[in-house]
Antibody, heavy 122, light 107 residues
Framework: EVELLESGGGLVQPGGSLRLSCAAS????????MTWVRQAPGKGLEWVSA????????QYADSVRGRFTLSRDFSKNTLYLEMNSLRAEDTAVYYC???????????????WGQGTMVTVSS | EIVLTQSPATLSLSPGERATLSCRAS??????VAWYQQKPGQAPRLLIY???NRATGIPARFSGSGSGTDFSLTISSLEPEDSAAYYC?????????FGQGTRLEIK
């Protein structure tokens, strides 16, 4: 059974940093693209970042590029999202999701974690 | 960035009725269009991928169609558990984008 478990969310001051983790199990982690999607309170879904399993490339939304960094530890089957220079508008539930293919962008997001809440406030 | 506009914003229908949700793109898309269902307090769930393919375990009452700039999700006979928000998504161009959602209420 595919499982994705996010952790690392919490309350942080503007300008601060957090690292989110997504522990994956039940599938061959190295064979699938992975992605982060966020949802601000009461709002819709916003794609944040994706990691391609074909060539290790990463993609970022303009709203986070230069502040967020995506990485992957294959030995731990874990995806990370390092978030720096956090702003109030980054407040959201952050979901980790698996893409159905190895190449980011081609596969729909077929499995999702339950999300971790990030609150940026002073 | 590709903008996806979903309509209507909200929809209120009775069990057994047919629901048609629309998603219009700001430019022509290929086949990487998906639909997700999200219930309150839950993560999104993949319903339809690549325009018309049902994801594993999705009931046959859900169907997707469309091409170019116009796509739709149809629920042929509504069940009470279909009450949720529905989002379309495109992955043809970076960045991946979602529509703003349609909230479906079952009376």
């Amino acid at each position: 059974e595919v499982e994705l478990l996010e952790s690392g969310g919490g309350l942080v001051q503007p300008g601060g940093s957090l690292r989110l983790s997504c522990a994956a199990s039940g599938f061959t982690f190295s064979s699938y693209a992975m992605t982060w999607v966020r949802q601000a309170p009461g709002k819709g879904l916003e794609w944040v970042s994706a990691f391609s399993a074909t060539d290790g490339s990463t993609q970022y939304a303009d709203s986070v590029r230069g502040r967020f960094t995506l990485s992957r530890d294959f030995s731990k089957n874990t995806l990370y999202l390092e978030m720096n220079s956090l702003r109030a508008e980054d407040t959201a539930v952050y979901y980790c999701a698996r893409a159905a293919t190895a190449a980011a962008g081609t596969g729909a997001f077929d499995f999702w974690g339950q999300g971790t809440m990030v609150t940026v406030s002073s | 960035e590709i903008v996806l506009t979903q309509s209507p914003a909200t929809l209120s229908l009775s069990p057994g009725e047919r629901a048609t949700l629309s998603c219009r793109a700001s430019q022509s898309l290929g086949s990487y269009v998906a639909w997700y269902q999200q219930k309150p307090g839950q993560a999104p769930r993949l319903l339809i991928y690549d325009v018309f393919n049902r994801a594993t375990g999705i009931p046959a009452r859900f169907s997707g169609s469309g091409s170019g700039t116009d796509f739709s999700l149809t629920i042929s006979s509504l069940e009470p558990e279909d009450s949720a928000a529905y989002y379309c998504q495109q992955r043809n161009y970076w960045p991946v984008t979602f529509g703003q959602g349609t909230r479906l209420e079952i009376k």
